[in-house]
T-cell receptor, first 112, second 113 residues
Framework: QKEVEQNSGPLSVPEGAIASLNCTYS??????FFWYRQYSGKSPELIMS????GDKEDGRFTAQLNKASQYVSLLIRDSQPSDSATYLC????????????FGQGTELSVKP | KAGVTQTPRYLIKTRGQQVTLSCSPI?????VSWYQQTPGQGLQFLFE???????NKGNFPGRFSGRQFSNSRSEMNVSTLELGDSALYLC????????????FGPGTRLTVT
């Protein structure tokens, strides 16, 4: 089992729809969770961090965390073509001395 | 505040050579991490430096090394380059060790021929 797993994608949604990106992790002791957005040819950009169970909202983005299920998700409301990018889930692991482990990423395409 | 800067942005080397990449963190950030990104393996952790000491290391061979200076700037070195070392090398800085909101630089694209 990979330490951090994401839907392989690509995920295609129409403009204005809600995009739902999912991530599961294996280290039950993990405490910090992040979503990064990476445009093609660019470096990852931090867009959300979440540390407690429940929802955290920032503009059109909502991160959801369920530690019991070892699951974190990112919802993008009113998706725009400019949201088209690869979204990376990152988890701070307690095992192995504590590292930030990234999933393989989910490619999102928002169609006008 | 200026972001993370990395130099050079692009590099072409031949097998067997060595390379040094540089990273300047965001002002006030004291922790620097390095990652390798390839299409097949994704983003993989190389190492983390804080207070001029390597605090954590990923599963890479000893050909990959790094260091951090007293001003928090960091360098990574790859010796005896192999074709498989071709990748985007990313540096990320964070405020303190264990504070994992990391901010990435633009990366150095290394091509080994």
């Amino acid at each position: 089992q990979k330490e951090v797993e994401q839907n392989s994608g690509p995920l295609s949604v129409p403009e204005g729809a809600i995009a739902s990106l999912n991530c599961t992790y294996s280290d039950r002791g993990s405490q910090s969770f992040f979503w990064y957005r990476q445009y093609s040819g660019k470096s990852p950009e931090l867009i959300m961090s979440i540390y407690s169970n429940g929802d955290k909202e920032d503009g059109r983005f909502t991160a959801q965390l369920n530690k019991a299920s070892q699951y974190v998700s990112l919802l993008i409301r009113d998706s725009q073509p400019s949201d088209s990018a690869t979204y990376l889930c990152a988890v701070h692991t307690v095992n192995q001395g504590g590292k930030l482990i990234f999933g393989q990423g989910t490619e999102l395409s928002v169609k006008p | 505040k200026a972001g993370v800067t990395q130099t050079p942005r692009y590099l072409i080397k031949t097998r067997g050579q060595q390379v040094t990449l540089s990273c300047s963190p965001i002002s006030g950030h004291r922790s620097v991490s390095w990652y390798q990104q390839t299409p097949g393996q994704g983003l993989q952790f190389l190492f983390e430096y804080f207070s001029e000491t390597q605090r954590n290391k990923g599963n890479f061979p000893g050909r990959f090394s790094g260091r951090q200076f007293s001003n928090s700037r960091s360098e990574m070195n790859v010796s005896t380059l192999e074709l498989g070392d071709s990748a985007l090398y990313l540096c990320a800085s964070s405020l303190e060790q264990g504070y994992y909101e990391q901010y990435f630089g633009p990366g150095t694209r290394l091509t080994v021929t």
